[in-house]
């Protein structure tokens, strides 16, 4: 089972890259309901960053961030508090100066 979701994992950046233009015609955030990826998963098989903070658009949510360099962007991984730790979306941002603003 553990084997099935590290695949899982790993397949999702393919799957990011067609969704982006089904869920959000900018291509900038995608969100995933119940998604099967969760923060045990992505922890051990993901290179990554803790953020100190979310992206204003998750301020009112019980979420946790985690942040990704890949193809000249920066994508930040929004998990649910839960103890699941489901990832619910995942936003993707230009690598610019201002680009933790939040």
Excluded: W
Aim: proline share 6%; hydrophobic share 50%; glycine share 4%.
């Amino acid at each position: 089972m553990r084997l099935k979701k590290l695949l899982l994992a790993l397949a999702i950046p393919a799957g990011v890259a067609s969704a982006a233009d089904l869920d959000d015609p900018a291509g900038q955030t995608i969100y995933l309901d119940e998604g099967p990826l969760s923060y045990d998963v992505f922890e051990t098989a993901v290179a990554h960053v803790d953020l100190e903070s979310c992206p204003a658009e998750f301020a009112d949510e019980e979420v946790f961030c985690r942040m990704t360099l890949a193809n000249g962007k920066a994508h930040v991984f929004v998990f649910s508090m839960d103890p699941d730790a489901p990832l619910l979306a995942i936003k993707s941002l230009d690598v610019t100066g201002d680009l933790l603003a939040f």
